[in-house]
């Protein structure tokens, strides 16, 4: 599986945008981005998930690097709720559902 | 839509017991992973099953069996337990077919003595 590389940790304050980095150096073309948060004492939440164009939903942003080695995950505005672990995940296309998680990238959200 | 159910939410078993933890996907998923989350780190794959067999298998060894139910409910049987089991355990389900979102139960904390 390629990995992937995400600061230990990130603090940013409530109201603000957050641009999460993600950096995936050895991605096969054929590898989907995957972000998932994972909120204390809850299973992970999916957020967003790209292929090569940036993507957007009620949740978050995704822009992703014209070489696909890197990606940010992006929050418009912050809010308490927010407050998670946030990873960043490779997944290989066609029938391989496995999600292989790295320990993410815990984000502190200040009122 | 109760989304992905699991149970019991905890449990405390000794060494060398064995246990089974139960999972019910999504209403109208037919895919289902497990996970094992340590504390402290991130999930890691345990198996997945569609169509009542195991379609892909992570790191772990032959202690780990699974079941998947004609209604696509699932089971993850844990035998021998070692100290090292301790963990929160984690299902997933998703529909077959093109990449997108899993979703995630609450888990089931197992805590081996």
């Known amino acids: 599986d390629a990995k992937t590389t995400q600061p230990n940790s990130m603090e940013s304050n409530e109201e603000e945008p957050v641009h999460l980095p993600c950096n995936h150096s050895t991605i096969s073309g054929t590898d989907y981005i995957h972000w998932y948060r994972q909120l204390p004492s809850q299973g992970p939440e999916y957020v967003i998930h790209?292929?090569?164009s940036n993507v957007n939903n009620r949740m978050a942003s995704l822009a992703i690097a014209e070489d696909r080695k890197s990606s940010t995950l992006i929050l418009h505005r912050a809010t308490l709720r927010d407050a998670a672990v946030y990873y960043c995940?490779?997944?290989?296309?066609?029938?391989?559902?496995?999600?292989?998680f790295g320990k993410g990238t815990l984000l502190t959200v200040n009122p | 839509d109760a989304g992905v159910t699991q149970s019991p939410t905890h449990l405390i078993k000794t060494r060398g017991q064995q246990v089974t933890l139960r999972c019910s996907p999504k209403?109208?998923?037919?895919?289902v992973s497990w996970y094992q989350q340590a504390l402290g780190q991130g999930p890691q794959f345990i198996f997945q099953y569609y169509e009542e067999e195991e379609r892909q298998r992570g790191n772990f060894p032959d202690r780990f069996s699974g079941h998947q139910f004609p209604n696509y409910s699932s089971e993850l049987n844990v035998n021998a337990l070692l100290l090292g089991d301790s963990a929160l355990y984690l299902c997933?389900?998703?529909?077959?077919?093109?990449?997108?979102?899993?979703?995630f139960g609450p888990g089931t904390r197992l805590t081996v003595l």
């Open positions: 997933a389900s998703r529909i077959q077919g093109p990449p997108g979102e899993q979703f």
């Open positions: 995940i490779l997944r290989r296309g066609g029938s391989n559902y496995k999600l292989t």
């Open positions: 209403s109208g998923h037919d895919t």
């Open positions: 790209g292929l090569t």
